[in-house]
Nanobody, 116 residues
Framework: QVQLVESGGGLVQPGGSLRLSCAAS????????MNWFRQAPGKQRELVAT???????YYADSVKGRFTISRDNAKNTVYLQMNSLKPEDTAVYYC??????????WGQGTQVTVSS
């Protein structure tokens, strides 16, 4: 069982930056694929970024070059550094831990609003 708690969301002006954190409880954090998803009002949840258990990363085209996912296995934490934010990045951001052997877990989400 894994519990995920996101933090770091908020209101930021276009062009600004935020860093989201997702702290995981439980053991074996390092073997999970860690994902950040987001869901804007009226839209489907979409995958934003992935960090595999060997720290291979993947980004959606819409955030490539602006967002960076990283993980600190010693702290059981995954981060999402978001730079050059745009109004279309406004969404609730969710942390997800996924393992074919151990299961699929979600955080409660953190709101990111990009507006002037």
């Amino acid at each position: 069982q894994v519990q995920l708690v996101e933090s770091g969301g908020g209101l930021v002006q276009p062009g600004g930056s935020l860093r989201l954190s997702c702290a995981a409880s439980g053991s074996m954090f390092s073997i999970y694929v860690m994902n950040w998803f987001r869901q804007a009002p009226g839209k489907q949840r979409e995958l934003v970024a992935t960090s595999t258990s060997v720290a291979i990363t993947y980004y959606a085209d819409s955030v490539k070059g602006r967002f960076t996912i990283s993980r600190d296995n010693a702290k059981n934490t995954v981060y999402l550094q978001m730079n050059s934010l745009k109004p279309e990045d406004t969404a609730v951001y969710y942390c997800n831990a996924r393992s074919t052997r151990l299961g699929d877990y979600w955080g409660q989400g953190t709101q990111v609003t990009v507006s002037s």
